[in-house]
């Protein structure tokens, strides 16, 4: 009977380590002007996070010459990445010091973009339209409005929280429930399951490798990531707040 528990045990399969996987909001622009949530503060986020792998909001077909600006001039030219203060002036710099992969994941591009303008520029012009128009402006409004009413307004602790996600969800939804379908690829809904498409491939690359993967995008998406991201079990979703404490 020993024997044969002994032999069982040494049968067993050895567990699968879960890679950690965070979601950081950024807010792009604001990370230039802000005074507490800025590039600096970003730099002394991600040091303490020590990722392995960060995911970037880079589209996968500019990635190549964004690195290529970077190792050449030591600074971003491609236009697309050059618009993210936390890829320009804090990931790319941090990735000739810390030992990470940048995985570019954003389903992001430009003929999408443009049809997505254009086609919000056509319905707020629409006489046909004014009722949905209004329930859009009005939602991201009262989204505005709730969120200044916090004072916590570019806070990175009220940012990486479900009250945060909540007050976005009061415009996004809306948006996304009025034009998801019409905006076609550029649609709400729709960019967050091209984004994701991208990300899941990174998770299913690197699944039980036991690494910490960091996910980087406009702090609007993270509450959609978060909901995604939940319904798996190959991953450890971590929480930002211990490593925000880390953050002097």
């Keep these: 009977m020993i024997l044969s528990c002994v032999q069982q045990q040494d049968t067993q399969v050895p567990e699968k380590p879960?890679?950690?996987v965070l979601v950081l909001g950024a807010i792009h622009g604001g990370?230039?002007?802000d005074p507490v949530y800025n590039t600096t503060y970003l730099d002394k986020l991600i040091r303490?996070?020590?990722?392995?792998?960060?995911?970037a909001e880079i589209p996968p077909d500019r990635m190549q010459e964004a690195m290529k600006g970077f190792k050449r001039d030591d600074s971003i030219s491609e236009?697309?990445?050059?618009?993210?203060?936390?890829?320009?002036?804090?990931?790319?710099?941090?990735?000739k010091e810390l030992d990470f992969e940048?995985?570019?994941?954003?389903?992001?591009?430009?003929?999408?973009?443009e049809e997505r303008s254009a086609k919000l520029r056509a319905i707020s012009k629409d006489s046909s339209r004014v009722e949905d128009w209004k329930a859009y402006t009005t939602a991201n409004q009262l989204s505005d409005s709730l969120y200044k009413a916090t004072g916590k307004v570019n806070d990175p602790y009220f940012i990486h929280t479900h009250t945060y996600d909540s007050i976005q969800d009061v415009a996004l939804q809306t948006y996304n429930r009025l034009f998801n379908v019409e905006l076609g690829l550029g649609g709400w809904e729709?960019?967050?399951?091209?984004?994701?498409?991208?990300?899941e491939k990174?998770?299913?690359?690197?699944?039980?490798?036991?690494?910490?993967m960091l996910i980087i995008y406009g702090a609007g998406h993270k509450g959609w990531f978060l909901r995604e991201l939940r319904k798996r079990d190959d991953i450890k979703l971590l929480d930002m707040k211990p490593f925000l404490d880390k953050v002097k």
Excluded: C, Q
């Design 202 to 212: 990174a998770l299913e690359t690197h699944r039980y490798k036991g690494k910490r």
């Design 18 to 20: 879960l890679n950690e």
């Design 102 to 113: 940048i995985i570019p994941t954003a389903g992001w591009t430009r003929p999408m973009a």
């Design 31 to 33: 990370h230039n002007t």
């Design 190 to 199: 729709n960019i967050n399951i091209a984004h994701y498409w991208h990300i």
């Design 79 to 95: 236009p697309r990445v050059m618009r993210f203060p936390e890829y320009v002036d804090v990931v790319f710099p941090l990735s």
């Design 48 to 55: 303490e996070i020590k990722p392995d792998y960060i995911l």
